[in-house]
């Protein structure tokens, strides 16, 4: 029997999602059919709303990969979770292939394999798909058990539906995908959801000197509240920028990361690494098509450019890093600035699309 539950539909690529009942498919084998507590409005999910994400997704779709609740019911063959468990939605991790069975690899191979799966939903005669997969902007969703992880019940969901993405992503591009070391120099570009838990995770690493850049002065207080040695914004530095920030790292940074989700940021945060040994990492997901200009040189000098996805983590450390929020070694309360209703998802992202407050949540 299908599940009634309502969701956020993304019918096409430009216009608003409409909040409409669903009927969703039960747990077929292996999946797992969980009641939504938080879900967090990540800016992928707004590039994929606007059409310029260089990710495949299907319209119609109900996106949201970010999200925490309780487990309802499994289908066959679902060895790890039970009705009643705690879970984070997280990328995949089968455990089998080359990427699960590599020392660091954090990019399943079933990664992608879920974004064109046949329709999950129907609403009024319409096949609907779940984006990455998930499909979190609802009430209920039905996702493979690899893309879940079962975690302490005594964490609140709000702040765990954020370990979904977007502060482990921060978090674990500097911890884990650039091993920010301690004592080191750090500059990040972009300093929204994702670029203020870099600035935790550099702080975590141990990072003297962390510098937050971002065209929006608002961020600042926040940036310095949770680490942040230093605050830059481009629209005063001007063309200076890169020069600038040279000379508060006495020649270029230890560490860069790019996450504004722009070209022309990856390109200053390469810049801006020191020549010798500089490691840009980057975050954002530019739009599609777009390429950045790397002087060989530039590596030839030294330097190296990596990206990572989701900060490298797996979701089977996702435990570790609910014990680590619980222990108050890093803050995501202060980071999220609206709870919202399903109903009020546009205005969320409209909030997002004017650079207003850091993180929305939605919560059920
Ligand atoms: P956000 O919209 O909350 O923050 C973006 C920030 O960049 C804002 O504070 C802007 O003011 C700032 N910004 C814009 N232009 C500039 C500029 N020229 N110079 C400096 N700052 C600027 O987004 P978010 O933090 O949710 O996401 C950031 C990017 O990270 C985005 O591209 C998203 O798609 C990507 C992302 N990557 C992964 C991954 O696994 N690699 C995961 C999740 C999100
Ligand atoms: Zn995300």
């Not at 039960?26 to 590039?47: F, I, K, R, S, W």
């Not at 600042?220 to 530095?237: D, E, H, K």
Request: proline fraction near 5%.
């Amino acid at each position: 029997m299908p599940i009634r539950t309502t969701a956020a539909i993304a019918f096409e690529p430009g216009k608003p999602m409409v909040v409409e009942e669903v009927d969703l498919d039960p747990p077929g084998e292996g999946e797992v059919l969980v009641q939504t507590g938080a879900a967090g409005l990540c800016h992928t999910d707004l590039d994929v709303l606007d059409g310029s994400s260089p990710i495949p997704i299907t319209f119609p779709v109900v996106l949201g990969h970010e999200g925490a609740g309780v487990v309802l019911e499994v289908g066959a063959g679902v060895r790890n979770l039970k009705p009643g468990d705690h879970v984070i939605a997280f990328g995949p991790e089968c455990g089998l292939c080359g990427s699960c069975r590599h020392p660091t690899g954090n990019f399943c191979d079933s990664t992608f394999s879920g974004v064109v799966v046949d329709p999950t939903m129907t609403s009024g005669g319409r096949a609907i798909r779940a984006g990455y997969a998930i499909g979190t902007f609802a009430k209920h969703f039905v996702t493979d058990q690899i893309r879940l992880v079962g975690v302490r019940k005594d964490a609140p969901f709000d702040e765990i539906s954020y370990l979904s993405c977007g502060a482990t992503t921060g978090i674990g591009a500097a911890v884990v995908s650039a091993n920010v070391h301690s004592g080191a120099s750090v500059i990040i570009f972009g300093l929204g959801g994702i670029g203020l838990n870099i600035i935790q995770g550099a702080r975590m690493a141990g990072a003297t000197t962390i510098i937050g850049v971002d065209i929006n002065p608002a961020k600042a207080a926040i940036a310095r509240r949770l680490g942040a040695t230093a605050f830059v914004n481009p629209l005063v530095a001007g063309d200076g920028l890169v020069g600038l920030l040279n000379e508060m790292t006495h020649g270029g940074a230890d560490f860069t990361f790019e996450a504004a989700g722009r070209i022309s940021t990856m390109q200053q945060a390469l810049a801006a690494a020191r020549i010798g040994w500089g490691v840009c990492t980057i975050v954002g997901v530019a739009p599609a098509g777009e390429t950045i200009d790397v002087l060989p040189f530039d590596l030839i000098m030294g330097r190296k450019l990596q990206g990572t996805t989701l900060g490298g983590f797996r979701g089977s450390q996702l435990p570790e890093l609910v014990d680590w929020l619980m222990e108050g070694r890093f803050d995501l309360k202060s980071l999220i600035t609206d709870h919202l209703p399903l109903e009020k998802i546009n205005e969320g992202y409209d909030k997002m699309r004017r650079g207003e407050g850091l993180r929305s949540v939605l919560t059920f």
